[in-house]
């Protein structure tokens, strides 16, 4: 079979389980993830069906960048093992062709999806998260409470998951609000309720409630830990808006605002890895902390994709077993190895954002956190680089 003749035999092959792969892996990880967020969200703030929509569309680019990796490592693995098995790849080798001749298609679609993994995960997954959160807060602010219910419970925490807010309407139509408790815990050794008979949701910064009674239940600062005061007072109106706000959000919203303003805001999540690159060189000059979770997740937007082409290293040799063997074994190597380098890529993530391991290096931090961020990957290549040498010597 000429050279031409066999990459394209060998990678249309490759191309339908690839596809087929990330339509399965898409689907499981959305419907286990993404899309059940969503409808936590509908049934919480009354998002339409139409928006949800448009939204699980724009988180869909993010769920293919994440399963590509094991989308082009199921395909390698599947149409490698299938030659192997009908002899092919013995007789590919019998005509003088080399293993790595032989693997010239499943490299060329792995450089080809690390390229579009790159794209995905570099440009329209920041685009698509930003798109998100913006008609997230249009349809928050404009929407009623969730259709086809009697009573609705909101709930705020702060960041160490403690309860901060938590309102509970017992009977609502539309915008139209009656019954509603608030109990509100933000305050330190404070606890506040108001129970209002009526109000309106105009917005979801806005809900105004009517009749509102209002009572405080101070903890005393002496040393009897029973020692409680009480006080309650009627409110003509109350703007609920200005409870449900976390403590402490006015001033982390400035705070991103001047962070944005003097280019050192860093996310992952909606910004290129050349705008973290360069906010985050921006703080060291400034001499400004940067979290050492900004450089693991600046470089795993280079090292994600790679995986996609490093994998395939360890895939091919392993879904090849040379006929006297007469066992398939390596199919099932094959597959530990995948979870191996999802376990390497999660460890290493965790070392990096602890400090407990820093005494292992005594390089610089973001030089340490560059060498944690590109080991999983490197690890892998060399495992592979050393199965194929393996391979071509007993075939």
């Known amino acids: 079979m000429a050279p031409k003749l066999l990459d394209r035999y060998i990678f249309r092959q490759l191309l339908d389980y690839f596809v087929m792969g990330v339509v399965v892996f898409t689907l499981v990880a959305f419907f286990s993830d993404t899309l059940l967020k969503f409808i936590r969200d509908v049934q919480k703030y009354g998002i339409p069906f139409s928006t949800l929509i448009t939204m699980v569309g724009l988180q869909l680019p993010r769920s293919i960048a994440l399963v590509m990796p094991a989308s082009v490592f199921l395909a390698v693995l599947l149409v490698f093992n299938q030659l192997n098995n009908q002899f092919e790849i013995v007789a590919f080798r019998m005509n003088g062709i080399s293993l790595w001749r032989i693997m010239a298609p499943a490299l060329a679609l792995g450089l080809l999806c690390s390229g579009m993994a790159y794209w995905l995960n570099d440009y329209v997954v920041p685009w698509c998260n930003q798109k998100t959160e913006q008609m997230k807060r249009i349809a928050i602010s404009e929407s009623a409470l969730p259709a086809n219910g009697s009573s609705f419970t909101y709930t705020t925490f702060d960041e160490k998951h403690n309860l901060t807010q938590m309102i509970y309407v017992s009977n609502y139509q539309g915008h139209h609000l009656e019954d509603t408790t608030i109990l509100d815990l933000s305050k330190p050794k404070a606890m506040q309720i108001y129970q209002a008979r009526s109000g309106e949701l105009n917005a979801y910064d806005g809900w105004s409630l009517e009749n509102v009674n209002h009572y405080t239940i101070v903890r005393g600062q002496s040393a009897a830990a029973d020692e409680q005061k009480f006080s309650s007072g009627h409110l003509g109106s109350l703007r609920l808006g200005d409870l449900i706000k976390n403590p402490n959000q006015d001033e982390k919203l400035a705070e991103v605002e001047r962070e944005r303003a003097?280019?050192?805001?860093?996310?992952?999540e909606q910004q290129t890895f050349g705008q973290m690159l360069q906010a985050i060189q921006k703080r060291e000059s400034n001499q400004e902390r940067v979290a050492r979770g900004n450089y693991l997740q600046l470089w795993a937007k280079l090292t994600w994709p790679l995986s996609c082409l490093v994998i395939i290293l360890s895939a091919v040799p392993l879904s090849i077993t040379p006929p006297r063997q007469g066992s398939n074994r390596g199919f099932v190597y094959a597959i530990g190895v995948l979870f191996l380098f999802y376990m390497l890529?999660?460890?290493?993530?965790?070392?990096?954002?602890?400090?407990?391991?820093?005494?292992?290096?005594?390089m610089p931090?973001?030089?340490?956190?560059?060498l944690l961020a590109w080991m999983p990957v490197t690890i892998m290549a060399i495992i592979g680089c050393v199965l194929i040498q393996r391979k071509t010597n007993v075939l």
């Open 262 to 268: 003097s280019g050192t805001w860093i996310s992952s």
């Open 345 to 362: 890529h999660n460890t290493f993530q965790n070392i990096g954002k602890s400090s407990h391991f820093d005494f292992i290096a005594s």
């Open 365 to 370: 931090l973001p030089a340490y956190l560059t």
